[in-house]
């Protein structure tokens, strides 16, 4: 049974920090990708950023949407089976919920092509 546990949401100024981690478990593959996205009350969910990675290889490849670029930054720690988003630089357009993502089966940034979801954690940015 795949679980993902988002933790590390909260209330923050704007041009402040966060770091959402999502730990998983139950996953086994030969290539994996885990995705970020969020969603804002009466908005469609959007795709934030994600990563893939080869478990003999180590990271692969790493995308993130253009209006996070140069703000946020996606890693991952592989002993920990855990995905960090690093959110810097803060706006308040980026309150929203924030889930993290995995089971791809077709592209990256489509929320539609993610099998598996954690519960999703708050982010309030305040102006």
């Known amino acids: 049974q795949v679980q993902l546990v988002e933790s590390g949401g909260g209330l923050v100024q704007s041009g402040g920090s966060l770091r959402l981690s999502c730990t998983s478990s139950?996953?086994?593959?030969?290539?994996?990708?885990m995705g970020w996205f969020r969603q804002a009350p009466e908005k469609e969910r959007e795709f934030v950023a994600a990563?893939?990675?080869?478990?003999?290889?180590?990271?692969?490849?790493?995308y993130s949407a253009d209006a996070v670029k140069g703000r946020f930054t996606i890693s991952r720690d592989g002993a920990n089976n855990t995905v960090y988003l690093q959110m810097n630089n803060l706006k308040p357009e980026d309150t929203s919920i924030y889930y993290c993502?995995?089971?791809?089966?077709?592209?990256?940034?489509?929320?539609?092509?993610?099998?598996?979801w954690g519960q999703g954690t708050q982010v309030t940015v305040s102006s």
């Open positions: 139950g996953l086994f593959s030969s290539r994996y990708t």
């Open positions: 990563i893939s990675w080869i478990p003999w290889r180590g990271v692969v490849s790493t």
């Open positions: 993502a995995s089971g791809l089966r077709g592209s990256y940034n489509l929320h539609h092509d993610y099998d598996y």
